[in-house]
């Protein structure tokens, strides 16, 4: 989980409503789960992008194929 926060106190603040404990999370946690997600995120990308195996495309916008 690279957010930290499980899923339903991401989604509604105040965790499932079951028979398990439930951790309720502040908007702080919630904020700062998003910024990690999207660091997380945009890291993957760059490796996407990096690859050695990736090359630009000689197509453009607007070319018959």
Known sequence: MATGVPPASYLFR???R???PRKQSSE???AEAKARD???KEKKQQDVNASKY???SSMKIG???
């Open 14 to 16: 105040d965790g499932a």
């Open 18 to 20: 079951m028979v398990f």
């Open 28 to 30: 702080l946690e919630i």
């Open 38 to 40: 999207l660091k997380c």
């Open 54 to 56: 990736r090359k630009e």
């Open 63 to 65: 070319d018959i194929v």
